[in-house]
């Protein structure tokens, strides 16, 4: 699974550009929708690209052409993990600190089946659109992962999150998850499931 994001902000204050590549594997229990197996590639935050490395230039290229990766084509899928193949060979000079990786990231693309069901389902039945964040703030060792919807509703998975910044190795398990309508009225679901994501670029 990859995820190509965009750092938006950290602690509610703009964070400084930011490129990344994180993989995964699993974890124990089912998957909420932002938290999957595979490979998570981050963007440099807020505008331009000009100055990113050129993998960085080819996955923003290949991600604002497929709506968030609703309409990613087997020749686009097969660009990506070849970007991805020759990012991981080539390695990360250092971990990343808990500092880059706690801000609020913006969902460019991913191929989790989970939350592209969710926001081409929402555009399809209900004309909704819809806004995918991950925000990560590791000073109280939390991660949250947010749906939401133009229409006021939201759907919020939270869980702890610890980074080990001497392997780049990032642990996190669920401890709630909640759905919530336009109309103010919150429906809690039971949490299950944890795993890890490696920081390796």
Excluded: H
Excluded at 109 to 136: G, H, M, P, R, Y
Aim: glycine share 10%; proline share 5%.
């Amino acid at each position: 699974m990859l995820v190509l994001s965009a750092a938006t902000a950290g602690r509610c204050a703009p964070g400084p550009s930011l490129v990344g590549i994180n993989r995964s594997a699993g974890g124990s229990g089912r998957r909420r929708p932002g938290e999957g197996r595979g490979a998570r590639a981050v963007a440099p935050a807020a505008a331009s690209t000009s100055s990113a490395p050129a993998f960085i230039k080819e996955l923003v290229a290949i991600a604002e052409e497929t709506n968030r990766g609703e309409t990613l084509t087997k020749e686009g899928r097969a660009k990506i993990d070849d970007i991805c193949s020759r990012i991981s060979a080539e390695g990360s000079p250092r971990p990343v600190t808990k500092g880059e990786l706690s801000k609020t990231w913006k969902l460019v693309l991913t191929t989790e089946k989970e939350t592209l069901f969710i926001t081409s389902n929402a555009k399809k039945w209900k004309n909704l659109d819809t806004d995918v964040l991950q925000i990560i703030d590791l000073d109280v060792g939390k991660l949250q992962n947010l749906i939401s919807f133009d229409n006021g509703a939201a759907f919020v998975v939270n869980s702890t999150l610890d980074l080990s910044e001497e392997s780049g190795r990032s642990s996190f398990t669920f401890t709630d998850a909640q759905l919530c309508l336009p109309s103010k009225k919150t429906f809690g679901l039971p949490p299950f499931g944890q795993g890890w994501f490696d920081t390796v670029y």
